[in-house]
């Protein structure tokens, strides 16, 4: 079992940046890359990033040049860094573990932009 908790989310105006956590706890080894999707209201879940156990990131077009996931493997924690926010950028962030017996999801975090 793999809980998630993320945090970090908050109301930022248009430009700013926020850093979303990710915390991973329990069968943390048995996590192969971890993954941050958004789902705006009204609208289908997104695929924002992803980070393989080996390091390769990659990102989706509407954030890639703004925003950099990242992991801290002493504190079992991932990381979004999002910069120059727009509106549509609003949305629950959510973390999502890939692992090699099952897939787990955190419970999100919301990040509201104002223009």
């Known amino acids: 079992q793999v809980e998630l908790v993320e945090s970090g989310g908050g109301l930022v105006q248009t430009g700013g940046s926020l850093r979303l956590s990710c915390a991973a706890s329990?069968?943390?080894?048995?996590?192969?890359?971890m993954v941050w999707y958004r789902q705006a209201p009204g609208k289908q879940r997104e695929w924002v990033a992803t980070l393989t156990n080996d390091g390769k990131t990659n990102y989706a077009a509407s954030v890639k040049g703004r925003s950099t996931i990242s992991r801290d493997n002493a504190n079992n924690t991932m990381y979004l860094q999002l910069n120059s926010l727009k509106p549509e950028d609003t949305a629950v962030y959510l973390c999502y573990a890939v692992s090699s017996d099952r897939n787990y999801w955190g419970q999100g975090t919301q990040v509201t932009v104002s223009s």
């Open positions: 329990g069968r943390v080894s048995s996590i192969n890359a």
